[in-house]
């Protein structure tokens, strides 16, 4: 059964077929997938979410698709993790770890709307998908697109992470690296989407990839007993994961789905040198002024963000605020997760991290209350951000004396 309506403009509000269409003809806003909310509400109660499958397709009914699922069946459903030493550490009373560093199959939370996407793309005839990425999404559509049988070309920056590339060339896609940034690459691939009939998951798809999105907030809420949290701290690259977490958790409430009533509020982390989202909301500006991205979290480097301003809104709109971490912070932030929670996340978690730490310190986020951060990838992908900065093994030979003086510092027992 499908509750998927259709498509409708986010400025204008006119509907359009649900076909591959991600722009407005006469606004040319973007469009977002519509459904039938009383249809909805008649079939999906708490008992029905937890009978289904321990992946994100547990809230089929409020996902993009018309029939079952054909992508990502192991995809979300991660852990809520309580992070009682993290929380010591930053002087906060309820603190958990939404860990999207071990999402099933590529490590990152990305994994959720390329599950959707190709689900999507599946039920639109193509064979072929694609997508313009600063990485996680290249490794995610990667695999993805190789379990599910689709012809598959990937585009990504010259300038990313070994491990990011690694990840997606191990998965035999088309992989190709543009001479440029990822504001470039996606230009670049918004013009060959309008030439070949590819399925681009961010692009031409992104209607129904976007809703991928909403369902770490949907497991959020879930994980905290049907309950929303009142402050989530998330990273932000196009904007669009704020925006659905948002979206999530308004769903649930008009459902019934929720013991209390919405009122969490909504932060954004991004890097100091691409934060075109928390500049705005840092200067109380209306634009998004577009930055020439240079940063160590580079699956963050969007400097023109597609959801900007719908991101924007959502984090003023939900009384939420921004923060921006430095080079420095970011790997403050990767190892102080690491030390407390025994988590181990990339760049953009670190982010998340250091900006959570900030909000704090600055008050933004009171101490008695009840937070949730959005670690959004796995931080193997990204081991050169951080690999001066760990120290390194000590090195002994294979004998006890050895051992003794070099690890345990026990002086001349050789002699
Ligand atoms: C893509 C990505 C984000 C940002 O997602 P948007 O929806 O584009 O804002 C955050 N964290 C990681 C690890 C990502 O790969
Ligand atoms: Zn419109």
Same mark, same amino acid.
């Given at each position: 059964?499908?509750?998927?309506?259709?498509?409708?403009?986010?400025?204008?509000?006119?509907?359009?077929?649900?076909?591959?269409?991600?722009?407005?003809?006469?606004?040319?806003?973007?469009?977002?997938?519509?459904?039938?909310?009383?249809?909805?509400?008649?079939?999906?109660?708490?008992?029905?979410?937890?009978?289904?499958?321990?992946?994100?397709?547990?809230?089929?009914?409020?996902?993009?698709?018309?029939?079952?699922?054909?992508?990502?069946?192991?995809?979300?459903?991660?852990?809520?993790?309580?992070?009682?030493?993290?929380?010591?550490?930053?002087?906060?009373?309820?603190?958990?770890?939404?860990?999207?560093?071990?999402?099933?199959?590529?490590?990152?939370?990305?994994?959720?709307?390329?599950?959707?996407?190709?689900?999507?793309?599946?039920?639109?005839?193509?064979?072929?998908?694609?997508?313009?990425?600063?990485?996680?999404?290249?490794?995610?559509?990667?695999?993805?697109?190789?379990?599910?049988?689709?012809?598959?070309?990937?585009?990504?920056?010259?300038?990313?992470?070994?491990?990011?590339?690694?990840?997606?060339?191990?998965?035999?896609?088309?992989?190709?690296?543009?001479?440029?940034?990822?504001?470039?690459?996606?230009?670049?691939?918004?013009?060959?989407?309008?030439?070949?009939?590819?399925?681009?998951?961010?692009?031409?798809?992104?209607?129904?990839?976007?809703?991928?999105?909403?369902?770490?907030?949907?497991?959020?809420?879930?994980?905290?007993?049907?309950?929303?949290?009142?402050?989530?701290?998330?990273?932000?690259?196009?904007?669009?994961?704020?925006?659905?977490?948002?979206?999530?958790?308004?769903?649930?409430?008009?459902?019934?789905?929720?013991?209390?009533?919405?009122?969490?509020?909504?932060?954004?982390?991004?890097?100091?040198?691409?934060?075109?989202?928390?500049?705005?909301?840092?200067?109380?500006?209306?634009?998004?002024?577009?930055?020439?991205?240079?940063?160590?979290?580079?699956?963050?480097?969007?400097?023109?963000?597609?959801?900007?301003?719908?991101?924007?809104?959502?984090?003023?709109?939900?009384?939420?605020?921004?923060?921006?971490?430095?080079?420095?912070?970011?790997?403050?932030? *990767?190892? +102080?997760?690491?030390?407390?929670? =025994?988590?181990? %996340?990339?760049? /953009?978690?670190?982010?998340? #991290?250091?900006? $959570? !730490?900030?909000?704090?310190?600055?008050?933004?986020?009171?101490?008695?209350?009840? *937070?949730? +951060?959005?670690?959004?990838?796995? =931080?193997?992908? %990204?081991?050169? /951000?951080?690999?001066?900065? #760990?120290?390194? $093994? !000590?090195?002994?030979?294979?004998?006890?004396?050895?051992?003794?003086?070099?690890?345990?510092?026990?002086?001349?027992?050789?002699?």
């Amino acid at each position: 059964m499908s509750f998927l309506k259709g498509l409708r403009c986010r400025e204008c509000g006119r509907e359009f077929p649900k076909e591959a269409l991600y722009v407005c003809e006469y606004c040319f806003g973007s469009l977002e997938a519509a459904y039938d909310y009383d249809g909805i509400k008649k079939v999906l109660t708490r008992d029905k979410i937890l009978r289904g499958p321990k992946s994100l397709w547990r809230y089929r009914e409020l996902l993009p698709i018309d029939g079952e699922p054909t992508a990502g069946f192991y995809s979300g459903f991660t852990p809520l993790v309580k992070a009682d030493i993290l929380a010591k550490e930053l002087g906060v009373k309820e603190l958990y770890i939404k860990d999207d560093s071990v999402c099933h199959p590529t490590w990152s939370f990305k994994d959720r709307v390329v599950a959707v996407a190709l689900s999507r793309a599946r039920e639109l005839g193509f064979d072929t998908v694609a997508c313009a990425s600063t990485g996680n999404l290249a490794n995610s559509v990667s695999a993805n697109a190789a379990w599910a049988g689709f012809k598959r070309y990937i585009f990504i920056p010259a300038n990313l992470e070994r491990a990011k590339i690694i990840g997606s060339l191990v998965y035999a896609p088309n992989l190709v690296s543009v001479n440029g940034n990822y504001d470039d690459v996606n230009r670049l691939c918004s013009e060959i989407a309008s030439k070949y009939r590819w399925g681009f998951v961010n692009i031409n798809l992104r209607a129904y990839y976007a809703e991928g999105s909403k369902t770490l907030g949907f497991e959020i809420a879930e994980q905290l007993g049907w309950r929303a949290p009142d402050h989530i701290v998330a990273p932000a690259a196009s904007g669009s994961l704020i925006t659905k977490i948002w979206k999530s958790l308004q769903e649930f409430e008009k459902l019934g789905l929720l013991e209390n009533k919405v009122k969490t509020k909504v932060y954004c982390a991004q890097p100091e040198g691409c934060a075109p989202i928390a500049d705005s909301i840092l200067s109380g500006s209306e634009a998004i002024k577009p930055v020439k991205p240079d940063t160590i979290a580079k699956s963050l480097a969007i400097g023109n963000p597609a959801d900007g301003y719908y991101a924007k809104d959502v984090i003023r709109d939900t009384g939420g605020w921004a923060a921006k971490a430095t080079n420095d912070e970011i790997r403050e932030g *990767i190892k +102080l997760l690491a030390r407390t929670e =025994g988590i181990f %996340t990339e760049t /953009a978690g670190g982010v998340t #991290v250091a900006c $959570a !730490k900030k909000l704090i310190e600055q008050g933004r986020i009171p101490r008695n209350e009840s *937070i949730v +951060l959005a670690i959004t990838g796995n =931080g193997l992908k %990204t081991q050169e /951000a951080i690999q001066d900065s #760990v120290g390194e $093994a !000590k090195l002994i030979d294979p004998k006890l004396d050895s051992f003794e003086e070099i690890v345990m510092g026990v002086q001349g027992s050789t002699t």
